[in-house]
């Protein structure tokens, strides 16, 4: 019998794919636990408009990542922080306060995806790295200056 997947089975296949299997497995495991429906040609015709739309999607995600990608590598980020005689700030710039410096320029950004190894501690200049979803990445400039 085939069947659709609605979750991942192991050693069956992942959601969304049609798989053959015995009917009894269907019957008594697949069917009652909600993990598979019969590959009927409604359903078929249903598992493909879902899959077509969810292909839009990402798509139209991905042009508009790539789009502000673009626009956040043009924009320069600052900080002005206090700092001891010999550079090392008094705090630390984490990428949550990255986030927030974005945000006021009307761009939001996850700060999950500022890749920042560690915090920035110490006066001047940084290339971060920013991973938009859909493989999308970009280099921002971040400055760092100290007050007195």
Do not use: C
Request: hydrophobic share 40%; no cysteine; charged share 25%.
């Amino acid at each position: 019998m085939k069947v659709i997947l609605k979750k991942d089975i192991p050693s069956v296949g992942r959601a969304g794919e049609v798989k053959s299997v015995s009917d009894g497995y269907a019957r008594n495991f697949l069917f009652p636990q909600n993990l598979a429906i019969p590959a009927t040609t409604a359903a078929l015709a249903v598992l493909e408009r879902e899959r077509a739309e969810g292909e839009k999607r990402v798509s139209r995600e991905k042009s508009h990542n790539e789009q502000v990608a673009k626009r956040l590598a043009a924009l320069p980020i600052k900080f002005t922080m206090k700092a001891n005689s010999q550079g090392h700030l008094f705090g630390s710039i984490t990428a949550s306060e990255i986030a927030g410096a974005i945000k006021e320029h009307g761009i939001a950004v996850d700060r999950h995806w500022i890749e920042l190894a560690e915090p920035i501690r110490a006066a001047g200049e940084y290339r971060v790295k920013v991973k938009f979803p859909h493989d999308v990445e970009t280099e921002i400039a971040v400055s760092v200056q100290t007050t007195a």
